[in-house]
Antibody, heavy 118, light 110 residues
């Protein structure tokens, strides 16, 4: 069974940095695009970023472009999200999700919580 | 303000049918595939439908999705109390070059 497990969330101050990780298992990690999606408390889903199978292509949502960097290490079956210049509005549960053929997400992790507050 | 527009809430009685709409534009729904997700309270989203109208294995045929023009719909028949959840539509937006989601629809089974 395909699984994704996120980690690395925490509480930090505005302007800080954090790196999230997502480990995949039960499927050939290197064959799939992977996404990050976030959800602020009580709010809807917001797409953050995606990365191609070999990491050569990345795409970001407007709200994080220039501050966040998505990367992957296929040898470790691990996806990363480097988050810099964090703002209060980045507070959310961050999910990693395995990508399907046409931009859908068919396997989701349980999420990791990031709280940005002074 | 979400790029895709969904009603904030819908409700129906057990056993009945409900339809959730998702409205977009030519840059997203009109020219790209639509997916639907179910999010039960306190859990991550779960894929309900992809490529406009396909169901992943394990999703009951009570859930059916369709697309017409720049709108999509998710029909749920034979409603059960366990269907109470938030439902989201999603699609690629060719102009924004991003995945976009609807704001979500909260389903209440009365």
């Amino acid at each position: 069974e395909a699984q994704l497990v996120e980690s690395g969330g925490g509480l930090l101050q505005p302007g800080g940095s954090l790196r999230l990780s997502c480990v995949g298992s039960g499927f050939t990690f290197s064959n799939y695009w992977i996404h990050w999606v976030r959800q602020a408390p009580g709010k809807g889903l917001v797409w953050v970023a995606r990365i191609s199978t070999d990491g050569s292509s990345t795409t970001y949502g407007d709200s994080v472009r220039g501050r966040f960097t998505i990367s992957r290490d296929n040898a470790k079956n691990t996806l990363y999200l480097q988050m810099n210049s964090l703002r209060a509005e980045d507070t959310a549960v961050y999910y990693c999700a395995k990508g399907g053929t046409y931009y859908y997400m068919d396997v989701w992790g349980k999420g990791t919580t990031v709280t940005v507050s002074s | 303000q979400s790029v895709l527009t969904q009603p904030p809430s819908v409700s129906a009685a057990p056993g009945q049918k409900v339809t959730i709409s998702c409205s977009g534009s030519s840059s997203n729904i009109g020219n790209n595939y639509v997916s639907w997700y179910q999010q039960l309270p306190g859990t991550p989203p779960k894929l309900l439908s992809y490529d406009n109208d396909k169901r992943p294995s394990g999703i009951p045929d009570r859930f059916s999705a369709s697309k017409s023009g720049t709108s999509a719909t998710l029909d749920i028949t034979g409603l059960q109390t366990g269907d109470e959840a938030d439902y989201y539509c999603g699609a690629w937006d060719s102009s924004l070059y991003a995945v976009v989601f609807g704001g979500g629809t909260k389903l209440t089974v009365l």
